[in-house]
């Protein structure tokens, strides 16, 4: 207790205190070495030391100086290193020489004067940095830390890791975690390191609360392994960041975060293709619409990346617009690259602005990721889910093709495979309309992208499990058994743009999403790797329950990529061409009609018959649930009940206005 007091004492001293008592020490220093160095080489005799007593102010006044000049007062004393050592090492060597010269001076025995100075510079080389050290470990916060953490890697991150840790107060490392041969057994930075193996019981005996994954190059699969081995130890597991994120200076080594779902799912990225990367952004005019989505967003950062000549940002909602336009003006500063950056204001559905902004631009490539894509509010939006989704790709289109544009990609989703659901529906309409337009045009060519969930994107489940499990739960699963296929948002936007390289006219790209994944094992692992436990009937004291809520309106168990199982490759690995039936023209014409004329008339009904007659395989499994549509018919129910029972015109008004004037 009393050395955290004077721990928390030193700390809060103003900088320039801390740096005098540092000056002070260093001086009190100097002189006691230069009396023990004086008495070893003149065998005690005051009378001599006596006679170089004009030489302990010279050392003090000529060193002081020198070491600041070095940095030595400078450097924070939490964050020193070897680079203290370096400048110890200089400045007494300068001291070390006017001791022996002065020595000389007053007595004329060589010998005896170079023995001093050597013997003043063994002991200031060691009395000097000791002091400092000894500093280190009264302001060190590894007392002052709640928790324990052992670091599971012991190379160079997490070396680099336990430093950065040593300068902080939420943690302090006691031990690595390293299956190596090369440092089984061994003192690593001052930390014992030892086998996974022995890890359960090291925790149990140290009350250690996490473990760091210092692991920045290994392998996606391997880091998952390690992930799956550490869930059962109750303990929190966080990461540091990849190689790649440390390399390009995104991250830091010591920018620790919880671990991320894709570290779950031991899926390998593929290095992208350079051949199809850049083939039709590299010096080009693209568009993105949705710009300020979670993938749409993801695809501007990465468009930025190789360097087209202009980007224009198409986005409704204009926070989201501001937020992405500010974001890459700075990554385009940063980079120092010349791309012109145009961030329009503008819905999708405005076929004559969309025109205008292609053709004023000469925009070459579209990207269009603008839609409505969340399941339940799709189903209580009906209207506009079809009016965005279907009407507003059409008319995306339709400028495209009028403004001369080269490749139109659209962003699809695996809902659009035997839909249940209206946004699933809606997607694959606007499939069918590019598929038949490209059939009716020769330019653009039109392709579609069509893939499953994307970690970390709005009405993701991982953020929502995140944010149920901080808050103490219960973790909200709709059904036990329900599975989805992830895929990172890089991931995905990546391939996303190789896709679009590949576009010949109509083709419907599948991306590889790998093994599906249960939701409800997801949540398990992920209330384990924050360190908490499970609440069930064969655990009822655990910290976090799982509850089942149902599926909700047009929500399905899985979800399928594919349309039959018509498919071949491509020149990527992990992407497919599906080989699908199309609509003709004309009978697209003819549903595009009729659904502006049931949008026009608020008929979700006749909305609904239209998606059923035009996309095979969809098969609502809910009624009508827009929210709109639903109150409207039970006002209409309620006004024809009260006619029945000889309510007046009047009486209706009144009950839901107040009294009518007279």
């Known amino acids: 207790m009393i050395l955290s007091s004077l721990q928390l004492r030193v700390i809060q001293l103003p900088r320039a205190t801390k740096r005098l008592i540092v000056v002070v020490c260093d001086a009190v220093l100097l002189i006691a070495v230069l009396v023990a160095a004086l008495a070893i080489v003149h065998q005690g005799d005051w009378r001599q ?118 300068s902080g107060r939420d943690c302090h490392a006691v031990l690595f975690v390293d299956d190596s041969p ?64 440390l390399l390009s200076g995104r991250s830091r080594v010591d920018d620790v975060r919880d671990v991320e779902v894709a570290d779950l799912l031991g899926r390998e990225s593929v290095p992208p293709n350079t051949r199809f990367l850049g083939g039709c952004i590299v010096g080009k005019s693209v568009m993105v619409t949705g710009a300020g989505g979670s993938i749409g967003s993801e695809l501007c950062r990465q468009i930025v990346r190789l360097k087209p000549a202009r980007l224009v940002l198409v986005e409704l909602s204009e926070s989201a617009l501001f937020a992405v336009d500010l974001e890459l003006r700075r990554m385009i500063l940063e980079e120092e690259t ?41 189903e209580y939006n009906m209207l506009e889910g079809v ?3 279907i009407i ?60 499953g969930n994307v970690l970390g994107s709005s009405g993701s489940v991982v953020p929502v499990f995140r944010e149920q499990i901080r808050r103490g739960g219960p973790v909200t699963v709709t059904h036990r058994d329900i599975i989805r296929y992830f895929m990172t948002i890089p991931e995905a936007a990546q391939l996303v743009l190789q896709a679009g ?53 047009a929500e399905k168990l899985y979800e399928e990529l594919l349309i039959g199982n018509n498919v071949t490759g491509t020149g990527h690995p992990m992407i497919m061409r599906a080989m699908e039936d199309r609509l003709p023209w004309s009978k697209v014409q003819h549903f595009i009609e009729q659904f502006l004329h049931a949008c026009a008339r608020s008929d979700c009904e006749r909305v609904r018959e239209l998606l059923v007659e035009s996309v095979e395989g969809y098969k609502p499994t809910n009624g009508v649930d827009d929210v709109v549509w639903t109150a409207g018919q039970k006002s209409t129910a309620a006004l024809a009940q009260g006619m029945t029972g000889q309510a007046t015109i009047t009486d209706l008004a009144s009950r839901r206005l107040g009294p009518l004037a007279t």
């Open 49 to 166: 030391i006596r006679e170089l007593a004009f030489l302990f102010p010279i050392v003090v006044l000529v060193g002081i100086p020198v070491f600041g000049s070095l940095g030595l007062y400078r450097a924070i004393i939490r964050f020193i290193g070897g680079e203290m050592f370096f400048a110890v090492l200089r400045g007494t060597t300068l001291l070390a020489v006017i001791v022996a010269f002065f020595d000389q001076s007053a007595f004329g025995d060589l010998f005896a004067s170079l023995s001093a100075g050597l013997v003043f510079f063994a002991f200031a080389i060691l009395a000097l940095p000791a002091s400092r050290i000894f500093m280190r470990a009264i302001v060190s916060q590894r007392r002052l830390a709640s928790d324990r953490v052992a670091v599971y890697g012991a190379g160079q991150a997490g070396r680099r890791l336990v430093r950065a840790l040593a």
């Open 501 to 553: 390289s590949m576009c010949e006219g109509g083709d419907v790209f599948v991306l590889d999403m790998g093994k599906p994944v249960r939701i409800a094992d997801l949540a398990r692992r992920m209330v384990h790797l924050m360190g908490l436990t499970l609440r069930d009937d064969a655990n009822p004291d655990g910290d976090i329950a799982i509850q089942y809520t149902g599926l909700r309106p």
């Open 182 to 245: 090369t440092f089984r057994g061994r003192v690593v930075a001052g930390l014992p390191v030892v086998a996974p193996a022995a890890l359960p019981e090291r925790i149990r005996k140290l009350g250690i609360r996490r473990v760091l994954l210092a692991l920045p190059s290994v392998s996606r699969r391997k880091r998952e392994e390690i992930i799956a081995s550490l869930e059962k130890l109750s303990v929190r597991v966080q990461t540091v960041p990849d190689i790649t994120d």
């Open 338 to 378: 010349e791309i012109e950056l145009i961030p329009v204001l503008c819905s999708v559905n405005h076929r004559a602005r969309m025109y205008q902004v292609m053709r004023n631009f000469q925009v070459q490539t579209v990207y269009h990721a603008a839609a409505f894509k969340h399941v339940p509010l799709v």
């Open 387 to 389: 009016y965005n989704n």
């Open 392 to 451: 507003g790709t059409w008319h995306t289109a339709e400028a495209a093709c009028d403004a001369g544009v080269e490749i139109f990609v659209l962003i699809s989703t695996d809902k659009a495979v035997s839909p249940v659901s209206v946004m699933g529906a809606t997607k694959r309409f606007a499939e069918l309309v590019l598929q038949a337009i490209s059939e009716r045009e020769s330019r653009p060519r039109f392709c579609m992208v069509r893939f």
